[in-house]
Structures are given as structure tokens and as C-alpha cells.
């Protein structure tokens, strides 16, 4: 059975920062123009881009990390799951804001994590058309920007803030509900931005949002790597019980597998559980 502890840590981020930059970059090529699509079983998009992103980020975790199985969105939507997880493995969602991306808004992600004992222990989130990238690990939570140059700024250190008076709180910008208001009406907002993808939890991240309650449905993939940053940065996901998300979730009789519950991501603070009740 593998475990993150076998993983040379340093080449881990060094291959999936890489990685995450290739797969942006063929994003990038195919944003903003006409972007034909199709919709898969649970009437999500699917772009001819989103495959081949994963097909790419796929073949190179096979190469560098054989042994460690892939959860990839893609591959599950055709029926392709990992008979054995083992103990570690990947999460990987190659293009998070479908929709966004269809319609030339920039809030698209590529996102992968390395999931040990149902924890998003190591994540990498990279937004191309903001020129942003996100890594989260045992070392810390960072952040690099892409130069006008096309040269990538070097890692700084990113961390989630406080429980400010005012809370600056976030919304899915393509799935956002009326319960997702009534929520948001427990607490004192500055604030409510819609966004889109995985960059809402890397904004909480870096300590520019506070707060934002997912309701609705999601998927491990969706959210893994970017939880992985946000955990780095001394912030939490939490289920509306207080328990925080675990992943690998399968064989359930009430809940299809690698399905997430409703739950809020938070800053350096915890959600009241009457809050969330």
C-alpha cells in the first residue's frame, strides 16, 4: 500500500507544479474563442480540452509515480475507476469551471492532489487565464504569478486571516441558491463575490475572503487540491456537523461514490455549529 510518507516530497511539487503549468497552457490555447461541448450523464459540460487535459496530466503522474492510482473526473465519467485506491492516490480535476470557460469567463481551474488516508495532504491549483498558481503541502501554502514575460514568479508564502468584524464572503458564480443567501444571513458580511471553480477556497487561502458555504453538490475532484491549499494556509472545510471533508469515499448506499456532503470553508476560524445547523 503506498503513503505520501514514501514520496520524495521535494519532486512531488516540483513535477506537479510543472504538470499544472502544461495542462494550463493547453487551456489557454482553446480559452476565449467558440468552444464546442457536450454534456455528460449529470448534464455537466464537457469540452474536447477538458480530455485532453487530463489525458495530459494523467500520463505524466503514470510516468513519475507508477503504483499510486488516478482519480480523474474525466475518466470516471466513462466508467474508468481504480479498482484499489490503496491508501494514496490522486485526485485530479483538469478543468473546474466548465461553464466558466465555455462562456470566456477566466475563473477556470486545473487542479491535482495527492490524497493520503482520505486527507488532501499536497495540491496544486492553477488558474491560467488569472496567472495564477497555488501549492499546498506539509511545507506551507504558496502562491506564484505569471510575469508578463510568460516567467513564473517565484513561490511566496500565502495564509488565511483571522475572523474579521465584517466578513467578505464568496458564492459559486454558476450554481449559487436562494439557501446559499439564507445561509450568508447569519453573519455580518462586508461583502458577497461571486467566483467561480476552485479559486474561491485559494482566495480564502491567501487571506483575501473569509467565508464560503457550498450547499450544493460536489465532487472530491472539485475540491481536493485547492483544500489542500487552503489547509496549508491554516484555514478549514468542514461538513454542516463540524467534521472535516475526508475523501476516497466509496461504497456508500446513500450517496454515490466520491461525493461530497453540503459544507463551509473557512479562514484561521470555525463555523458555530448552530450556524450550520
Known sequence: ????????????????????????????????????????????????????????????????FSGIAIVGEEEISTGHVPPDLGGCFFLVDPLDGTKEFIAGVPDFTVNIALVDGGVPVCGVVVAPAHGELFVGSTQGAFKSWRQRDGVWTALRRIAARERPAEIIALASRSHRTLATDVYLRDFTLDSVIPMGSSLKYCRIAEGVADLYPCLGRTMEWDIAA???????????????????????????????DFANPAFVATGRWDVPRASAS
Open 1 to 64: 500500500m503506498n503513503h505520501a510518507s514514501t514520496i520524495d516530497t521535494d519532486k512531488l511539487l516540483t513535477r506537479l507544479i510543472d504538470i499544472g503549468k502544461e495542462a494550463g497552457d493547453l487551456l489557454l490555447a482553446g480559452f476565449g474563442g467558440e468552444c464546442a461541448h457536450e454534456h455528460k450523464a449529470d448534464a455537466s459540460p464537457v469540452t474536447e480540452y477538458d480530455q485532453a487535459a487530463e489525458a495530459l496530466i494523467g500520463r505524466h503522474l503514470a510516468a513519475d
Open 226 to 256: 485547492a483544500h489542500a491549499v487552503l489547509r496549508a494556509a491554516g484555514g478549514t472545510i468542514r461538513d454542516l456537523g463540524g467534521t472535516a471533508l475526508r475523501y476516497g469515499k466509496r461504497g456508500r448506499s446513500d450517496s454515490a
